[in-house]
């Protein structure tokens, strides 16, 4: 379908509106940029709403429902969930995928949004030289964490940048299972476990921070999220992978904890002091307080471990500290997942 003469059309407007024809012709300019009108699409229509309306509450109102009915903007999918501040390689990336959106719905396909989108940002496109939108935007996501607050930060995350560009295979977390299987068995799991501070620990992490076992009366049980990670080697290692940088009280405990895997990621022995100062040092260059120490990073450090230690990915005691090969690779997990996290806005309340 050929374009209407857009000429034509504000002339005729300027005969019988002429108080709306000086609107419509600033509309069409924004919206086309001088380009021809068939360059237009649905999302830069819903921008254009956004602008268009008095107050930031009715804009922002104007440009979601017109977004939400126009059926082109791009859902989340598994590989990605889209932020809410993008920089140029994701921002291309959500225009590409909107535009394949419209143009499915335009020649009248039966469009599976969330399969068009995977297929869009997945394949190799020529445009990009053989490139995937999806591996664009995740180097852009790495970079933009390695080029996070403070040098020291940016030296120890720079080697990093590579090696968290591929996914890292799941692998299995022996101690969960054992103790998942266990609160599994017909006769549920007895609340006094071996007095071992890991065995007290694993339980504690299990129930409380995974929701994977529950009370039930002087016993423990499986719960439901607890049977779908004992079926599952993958959903189990993301499951625990994600807590590894769980949001802490505060961002602050989350750059502790996130130095202290870089710094054990290669499987180095080091004493539980020697790692506080490294990672109080790395953290402290970031700008969170005016004087960072030892003792503000004892706390998330000390938790990061307890939790290593009690999943079977770690040897620790009062001299030294180190992660096994599953650990270290739990540890490239965690860090990749929150390198590739969508950046959002921060609320001030």
Request: proline share 6%.
């Amino acid at each position: 379908m050929s374009a209407p003469d857009v000429t034509a059309l504000l002339a005729e407007l300027e005969r019988s509106q002429p108080e709306l024809a000086e609107e419509a012709r600033t509309a069409v300019e924004w919206l086309t940029g001088g380009e021809p009108l068939e360059t237009v699409t649905q999302l830069d229509v819903c921008e254009f709403l956004w602008y268009a309306r008095e107050g930031e509450d009715a804009g922002t109102s104007a440009y979601q429902q017109a977004l939400d009915a126009t059926g082109v903007l791009p859902p989340d999918v598994p590989e990605l969930q889209w932020s809410m501040i993008m920089g140029p390689e994701e921002l291309g990336a959500h225009i590409a995928c909107s535009a394949a959106l419209e143009l499915a719905i335009v020649a009248g396909e039966n469009v599976e949004r969330t399969a068009l989108t995977r297929r869009w940002l997945t394949e190799p496109r020529a445009e990009l030289g053989g490139d995937s939108w999806l591996n664009r935007v995740h180097g852009e996501r790495l970079n933009r964490w390695v080029l996070g607050r403070g040098p020291a930060r940016r030296e120890l995350a720079q080697p990093f940048e590579v090696r968290l560009h591929a996914p890292v295979a799941p692998q299995p977390i022996p101690a969960l299972h054992r103790l998942l299987s266990l609160a599994a068995s017909e006769e549920s799991l007895p609340l006094r476990l071996a007095p071992s501070p890991e065995a007290l620990r694993l339980r504690e992490l299990a129930e409380r921070e995974l929701g994977a076992i529950s009370r039930d009366g002087a016993r423990l049980a499986i719960t439901d999220y607890g049977r779908r990670l004992l079926k599952s080697r993958s959903a189990m290692w993301s499951a625990v992978t994600r807590l590894l940088l769980a949001r802490g009280e505060h961002e602050f405990e989350v750059s502790a904890r996130e130095a202290a895997l870089m710094l054990l990621a290669d499987g180095a022995l080091m004493s539980p002091a020697k790692l506080r100062a490294q990672v109080a040092k790395v953290v402290g260059g970031e700008g969170w307080h005016p004087t960072t120490n030892v003792e503000d990073v004892a706390a998330p450090v000390a938790d990061l471990i307890s939790q290593l230690t009690a999943l079977g990915l770690a040897f620790s005691d009062d001299l030294a500290v180190r992660m096994d090969r599953s650990g270290q690779l739990a540890a490239l997990a965690a860090l990749r997942a929150h390198a590739l996290r969508p950046r959002k806005y921060v609320s001030s309340g």
